[in-house]
């Protein structure tokens, strides 16, 4: 059985139900299964080889919801491309995996100029000069389906980025047995069932699409928003009747935050999952009080998406639990190893690691990255943990310098290198600092070979990296601290960065 096969199946039970819906638009299971599959048809005529990669650069529509269900029935591998990455980041990904087919909609369609090339078919969301219409494609295969693909449970259903600014990007293959177990999971652990409503806010290019085929495989309806503004999330879920969301804790801070939060009492939410970073204790308990008892987390990494562990509501009103990310979940497992392999028992600290039917199959092309991180049929993390007598697992810090900023990864050996373009910059170290909104911001130490303002390399930052790696704030020094090796000390950086803090506000 292939992921697809849980949304066809759904279609056929419920066929009159709502799947999707994004503002005024809605679609319903059967007719979304047959754009899907003429949408497919029109994939293959373009591309027949079985396992071909199809890049889709689009923000949040029922279009974009279109194209990725396409992707996956015709066989192909998905690589999401990150709307909001800059132009040279999103053609590089494209280039590295040889995608053959490219999705944009309207506003992505000039940043994947670069990609354009012998061999590679443009497709868009809305009308262009130059690109085929998938609406078209969708008119003229109507009613027909795709043909069948046939391959391994370990074959790749999609290449997500860990990183990329400059050099090679890592593209983590996710195979089909991990899509089939990160969805049985989810239905398992959130209890989905049909009818219900899952508020997707967060991009499907990101976290949300790890909820869709569980929620359309469940018989729900995805509701989809568009780069909304919390005060509109924060709409959709006292009004939506949603059941199920995802969100990063910088969100769920804001959302807190906002006039108003207190004025619904929430009746109809029963997941409300934050997940890509860590979230204080005392935050849990005002969500909890402000959203009521729905307040869940998931625990994974892109090599083993979404929910290797979960912690439920019920869990999370421990106050003991508070801190944790939960249990190993179905067909996953979990445990603590010391720096020789050995595995270490409840209440001891060390590398975090997970195998089994989540995780995944390697780096696209790059075997001696695999074989660095997956030794002895281990993922290995980088992150710290250690798992309680009950089994729960608290994550005490990452051996790896990656920042998760607002959920998302940021990498600083991505962000130095563009920061050090700067005529103006000499040395630089990329950190990342505690952060009530963003869970962690990235901060960015400088040494100058020349007169330079904290706001002009931001500026030139931004230019380069994007909203999400541009570091929030820089600190300037005559001379960055290394050693006597020559290594940049980082520890110092930070404490010398939570010192001024402090001194900021005595």
């Given at each position: 059985?292939?992921?697809?096969?849980?949304?066809?199946?759904?279609?056929?039970?419920?066929?009159?139900?709502?799947?999707?819906?994004?503002?005024?638009?809605?679609?319903?299971?059967?007719?979304?299964?047959?754009?899907?599959?003429?949408?497919?048809?029109?994939?293959?005529?373009?591309?027949?080889?079985?396992?071909?990669?199809?890049?889709?650069?689009?923000?949040?529509?029922?279009?974009?919801?279109?194209?990725?269900?396409?992707?996956?029935?015709?066989?192909?591998?998905?690589?999401?491309?990150?709307?909001?990455?800059?132009?040279?980041?999103?053609?590089?990904?494209?280039?590295?995996?040889?995608?053959?087919?490219?999705?944009?909609?309207?506003?992505?369609?000039?940043?994947?100029?670069?990609?354009?090339?012998?061999?590679?078919?443009?497709?868009?969301?809305?009308?262009?000069?130059?690109?085929?219409?998938?609406?078209?494609?969708?008119?003229?295969?109507?009613?027909?389906?795709?043909?069948?693909?046939?391959?391994?449970?370990?074959?790749?259903?999609?290449?997500?980025?860990?990183?990329?600014?400059?050099?090679?990007?890592?593209?983590?293959?996710?195979?089909?047995?991990?899509?089939?177990?990160?969805?049985?999971?989810?239905?398992?652990?959130?209890?989905?069932?049909?009818?219900?409503?899952?508020?997707?806010?967060?991009?499907?290019?990101?976290?949300?699409?790890?909820?869709?085929?569980?929620?359309?495989?469940?018989?729900?309806?995805?509701?989809?928003?568009?780069?909304?503004?919390?005060?509109?999330?924060?709409?959709?879920?006292?009004?939506?009747?949603?059941?199920?969301?995802?969100?990063?804790?910088?969100?769920?801070?804001?959302?807190?935050?906002?006039?108003?939060?207190?004025?619904?009492?929430?009746?109809?939410?029963?997941?409300?999952?934050?997940?890509?970073?860590?979230?204080?204790?005392?935050?849990?308990?005002r969500a909890q009080d402000i959203f009521g008892p729905c307040i869940a987390s998931t625990y994974g990494q892109t090599e083993a998406p979404q929910i290797a562990t979960m912690i439920t509501a019920e869990d999370l009103l421990r106050p003991e639990k508070r801190a944790s990310v939960g249990r190993e979940t179905m067909l996953s497992e979990v445990a603590i190893l010391d720096p020789e392999g050995a595995r270490l028992a409840a209440g001891e600290t060390g590398e975090v690691v997970i195998r089994g039917d989540l995780v995944m199959t390697g780096y696209w092309n790059q075997p001696e990255k695999t074989a660095e991180t997956i030794r002895n049929g281990w993922l290995h993390t980088g992150d710290l943990g250690m798992v309680d007598k009950d089994g729960f697992l608290f994550i005490k810090g990452r051996a790896k310098d990656m920042i998760i900023t607002g959920g998302y990864n940021v990498y600083p050996a991505d962000v130095e290198p563009m920061i050090g373009e700067h005529p103006a910059v000499l040395d630089c170290a990329v950190f990342g600092i505690a952060d009530d909104k963003w869970g962690e911001s990235v901060h960015a130490a400088v040494q100058l070979s020349e007169a330079a303002t904290a706001d002009a390399i931001l500026a030139f930052a931004r230019e380069k990296l994007g909203p999400v790696k541009t570091p929030k704030t820089i600190t300037i020094y005559d001379r960055l601290p290394r050693n006597a090796l020559g290594k940049l000390q980082k520890s110092v950086l930070v404490e010398d960065y939570e010192a001024r803090k402090r001194e900021e506000a005595s």
């Open positions: 059985m292939y992921p697809f096969h849980f949304f066809e199946r759904a279609a056929r039970r419920w066929p009159d139900a709502i799947a999707a819906e994004a503002g005024d638009q809605k679609i319903g299971y059967a007719d979304l299964l047959m754009r899907a599959n003429a949408l497919a048809c029109g994939l293959q005529k373009i591309d027949p080889e079985p396992g071909s990669r199809v890049g889709i650069c689009c923000y949040n529509s029922l279009e974009h919801l279109t194209a990725w269900l396409a992707t996956l029935a015709a066989g192909k591998v998905w690589v999401p491309l990150q709307a909001t990455n800059t132009a040279d980041e999103l053609c590089r990904a494209a280039g590295f995996v040889g995608a053959s087919i490219i999705v944009t909609d309207g506003e992505t369609v000039p940043r994947m100029q670069g990609a354009r090339g012998s061999g590679v078919t443009f497709l868009s969301t809305e009308p262009t000069d130059h690109d085929r219409i998938i609406t078209e494609l969708i008119a003229e295969y109507e009613g027909a389906i795709p043909a069948p693909v046939a391959l391994p449970l370990d074959a790749p259903q999609a290449i997500k980025f860990t990183g990329g600014t400059t050099g090679t990007p890592k593209g983590v293959m996710q195979p089909y047995r991990a899509w089939n177990t990160n969805i049985v999971t989810q239905i398992d652990a959130w209890s989905l069932a049909p009818g219900e409503r899952c508020l997707a806010a967060a991009p499907i290019t990101h976290g949300t699409s790890t909820y869709i085929l569980p929620t359309l495989g469940s018989g729900g309806t995805l509701v989809l928003l568009d780069r909304p503004r919390p005060e509109q999330t924060l709409a959709a879920l006292q009004t939506g009747d949603i059941t199920t969301t995802f969100v990063p804790p910088t969100v769920l801070y804001v959302l807190m935050e906002l006039e108003g939060v207190r004025d619904s009492d929430y009746a109809s939410l029963r997941n409300f999952i934050y997940g890509g970073g860590p979230m204080r204790p005392e935050a849990i308990t």
